[in-house]
């Protein structure tokens, strides 16, 4: 072989070797600007996951490094600092720009970045060496995952408008490392020695970080014991709340799939309530009722009405919190010697912030996992597995091992309110083995990747979507069910079982593409939200047992628990209990502002329902209508209203009457009816 030959090949691979190393040391480079900028922007990343990300972000690199190389060789640039660090970028760019099937985007943005590269070259005032290096990576990669989550909303919603599409993306991602390039250049103006330079740039980025960042705290929120002592034998209060399960899709209550025996098997040893209902059809309201015993008029914990009406929570105005001035079960059962702690995996809307933590003497309200932004590694990974990195909630395993911990450490004989708050069929794919109904599904690994999950569907699901969106659902449920089954397991061996009230119950439901919805919150209030499963297993061993009937709701349960320890209920509260229902049976939702910004007028409309058994009323703030009778017409698609103006008459009535008699002091500020 010449000696010709040898050269170049050897220069290529010496090229491959260094890339490669540089590729590692970019890696580092990736993981700790993403890493700093989840705190900056209030994520929370454990440090299994955040190890995870590492190693995703080293092999991307790794092999991103050996391309590099070769290419940078080829041309004669294998030395060049500016030149290996910037391409390196651009594959940092690309790993995110990356949306199989097809080249379109990515072809764009890899001319895009070479133009940027030798534009880059020679724009740089940097050191050469390993200094330089690092110097334009850790600029090059904030600049294009920081500038990127600035332009675009950090913090997930069900909204589209998360980052720039299209063409855009391409061209930011490509032309912000050339920004910060050219900014260093700048600045080289007044500091020329690169080394101070650098210096000085990582000092400013970490003092605008402190003082402008704001980091999400997990610290459990921790009130004192008043030191009130209950009764010799009060029995231990179990609230578990399954948030977003609607009851018809349990097998419980007869649904075809087998997705919860372990609540079956619950419901077997109390009383199951068949025609539960929920007031509300989203989390805040509907725990809010749950836990004070009031309607969403009466607690006053809904949707602002307006953008700015409500207070600052969580950086946004949407929601009127629930005012200290009600009580809680939880203050009921503190002031009377329980232990109380709350364990809830919806950090979103279960924040204490939203006054659901009074009178807990412990609450935990933190995410397991919160990207903010999601790391270019990760959404690289979510293309080949969609349910990587995609719970942010604690698992409802997670919250048991809380709870009971928190159960271990307390004195013997003394009575605990344990309040635990399950996320799981929150419109989240299902992960194995509980995707047994989705998997093998034609098109599931295409369908998961798709975003069906959205409250835009104005065209609505196709058949296939939707058995797809609903079989995760199923799945989810059914994953909850395995670990409330592990906790009354526990508490059996615990000897905490056989003395407990234990409730299990949902704030509300989902819609699974019925009515071309899927979701809940906003638009209409049909059974899949507001049809909620309720067991009540009653202390002692000649507890009642079987299959209630009658309608009741969620705002029945405080005053349930009340009898069962021997109390009376506050005056205000409006719920009665359990097997001694005679109020109105009715649900509401006021209007929110975010939804009607992104979708439109469809939103823009306050809901009322009222039930008189079979007959259901949806009343709109919009003048509309809606008679169904549910024992004919369970999905309601047949409207009755103008075919029975007496019934709906005297059901308006019944709602009007029973809404009046609320103290809507709290309530009806920025209420857009």
């Not at 760019?93 to 070259?121: C, D, T």
């Amino acid at each position: 072989m010449s000696t010709d030959a040898t050269i170049p090949s050897r220069s290529i691979a010496n090229g491959m070797m260094t890339g490669l190393a540089a590729g590692f040391a970019a890696g580092v480079v990736w993981w700790l600007v993403e890493a700093a900028a989840n705190w900056a922007f209030g994520g929370v990343i454990p440090v299994r996951a955040a190890l995870v990300m590492l190693g995703l972000d080293l092999a991307v690199a790794g092999v991103a490094g050996i391309l590099v190389g070769a290419i940078l060789s080829a041309v004669g640039w294998s030395r060049n600092a500016v030149a290996l660090a910037l391409a390196l970028t651009a594959a940092f760019g690309l790993i995110r720009i990356y949306e199989p099937p097809g080249w379109r985007a990515e072809a764009l943005f890899l001319g895009l970045a070479a133009a940027a590269v030798v534009l880059g070259v020679r724009l740089a005032r940097t050191g050469s060496g390993v200094l330089g290096f690092l110097h334009i990576t850790v600029l090059a990669t904030g600049a294009t995952a920081l500038g990127k989550a600035g332009i675009s909303q950090v913090q997930s919603t069900y909204f589209a408008h998360e980052e720039p599409s299209g063409a855009t993306l391409p061209l930011l991602v490509a032309a912000l490392p050339l920004l910060a390039v050219l900014a260093d250049r700048v600045i080289g103006g007044i500091v020329r020695r690169p080394g101070i330079r650098f210096g000085a740039e990582l000092a400013a980025a970490a003092v605008v970080a402190m003082v402008w960042g704001h980091p999400f705290s997990i610290a459990p929120f921790s009130a004192p014991d008043d030191g009130a002592t209950a009764a010799a034998g009060a029995p231990d209060v179990i609230l578990l709340s399954l948030d977003t399960t609607r009851a018809d899709h349990m097998s419980t209550y007869g649904y075809h799939r087998e997705t919860s025996p372990r609540l079956t098997e619950l419901a077997e040893d109390g009383l199951n309530f068949v025609e539960a209902r929920s007031p509300a059809q989203w989390t805040v309201p509907g725990h809010a009722s749950m836990l004070t015993g009031k309607f969403p008029s009466s607690h006053g914990a809904h949707y602002a009405g307006g953008w700015h009406s409500g207070p600052l929570i969580s950086g946004r105005r949407r929601v009127f919190p629930l005012s200290e001035e009600h009580t809680t079960l939880a203050e009921l059962l503190s002031e009377r010697g329980w232990a109380t702690a709350g364990f809830v995996a919806n950090f979103a809307n279960l924040y204490r912030g939203f006054g659901m933590a009074q009178g807990f003497h412990y609450y935990e309200d933190h995410p397991s996992l919160l990207l903010r932004p999601v790391p270019h590694a990760v959404r690289l990974a979510q293309r080949f597995s969609p349910t990587s990195f995609k719970k942010p909630f604690r698992s409802a395993r997670q919250l048991n091992a809380a709870a009971l911990n928190w159960l271990d450490g307390l004195p013997q004989g003394r009575p605990a309110f344990v309040f635990i708050n399950y996320l799981e069929p929150h419109h989240w794919l299902a992960a194995a083995p509980y995707d047994l109904w989705a998997r093998d599904l034609p098109g599931a690994d295409r369908l998961a990747l798709k975003g069906l999950f959205t409250h835009a569907i104005p065209a609505g699901l196709t058949p296939e979507e939707q058995e797809f969106v609903t079989a995760n659902y199923d799945g989810q449920i059914l994953a909850m069910d395995e670990a409330i089954g592990e906790l009354l397991e526990a508490l059996k061996r615990r000897g905490r079982y056989e003395n407990a009230l234990i409730v299990v119950t949902s704030d509300h439901g989902e819609l699974l593409g019925e009515h071309d919805q899927v979701g809940h919150g906003g638009r209409m209030m049909y059974e899949g939200l507001l049809h909620v499963p309720l067991i009540v297993k009653l202390p002692g061993a000649d507890r009642p047992r079987g299959e209630v009937t009658e309608p009741v709701q969620i705002v029945d349960i405080l005053p349930t628990v009340l009898r069962a320890i021997g109390a009376e209920s506050p005056a205000a509260v409006e719920g009665e209990p359990l097997q001694q229902v005679t109020h109105v049976n009715l649900a509401e939702e006021h209007i929110n502002p975010e939804f009607v910004a992104v979708y439109g007028n469809v939103y823009n409309r306050a809901l009322r329902v009222v039930y008189d058994t079979p007959y259901k009323l949806i009343l709109t703030s919009q003048g509309e209508k809606m008679l169904f009778d549910l024992a004919e017409d369970p999905d309601e698609m047949h409207n009755l209203a103008a075919e029975d103006p007496d019934r709906v008459a005297r059901m308006e009535a019944d709602l009007e009457g029973a809404i009046g008699t609320m103290d809507r002091n709290v309530a009806d500020a920025g209420d857009a009816r």
